[in-house]
């Protein structure tokens, strides 16, 4: 069955970085887009950044998160830098079986992972 994990989450100060990884299996990785969502308590999941033939990011990231991804590790990363405060919030990745255009709903994606906790101290 398809599994994503999500590692790479921890307690920062604001200003620090950190990478996420999400590692893909039982999918043919190469034919998937691939995205980041995040959820802060007592809010909807929202979208980060996506990667498909090309890369969107949300408004509140852009120039600070970098996504790509290795498909022959079958992995996709999410670089966060410059963290602030209310990127706070648990990470997913999610998987979509399509090389298109890039979606940023979360219900067009098929597979999730279980998430990873960002925390950032102010």
């Known amino acids: 069955q398809v599994q994503l994990v999500e590692s790479g989450g921890g307690l920062v100060q604001a200003g620090d970085s950190l990478r996420l990884n999400c590692v893909a299996s039982?999918?043919?990785?190469?034919?998937?887009?691939m995205g980041w969502f995040r959820q802060a308590p007592g809010k909807e999941r929202e979208f980060v950044a996506a990667?498909?033939?090309?890369?969107q990011y949300d408004e509140s990231v852009k120039g600070r998160f970098i996504v790509s991804r290795d498909n022959s590790k079958n992995t996709v990363y999410l670089e966060m830098g410059s963290l602030k405060p209310e990127d706070t919030a648990i990470y997913y990745c999610a998987a979509r079986g399509a090389l298109g255009a890039v979606v940023t709903t979360p219900d067009k994606y098929s597979y999730w992972g279980l998430g990873t906790q960002v925390t950032v101290s102010s």
């Open positions: 039982g999918l043919t990785f190469s034919g998937y887009a």
């Open positions: 990667i498909a033939m090309r890369t």
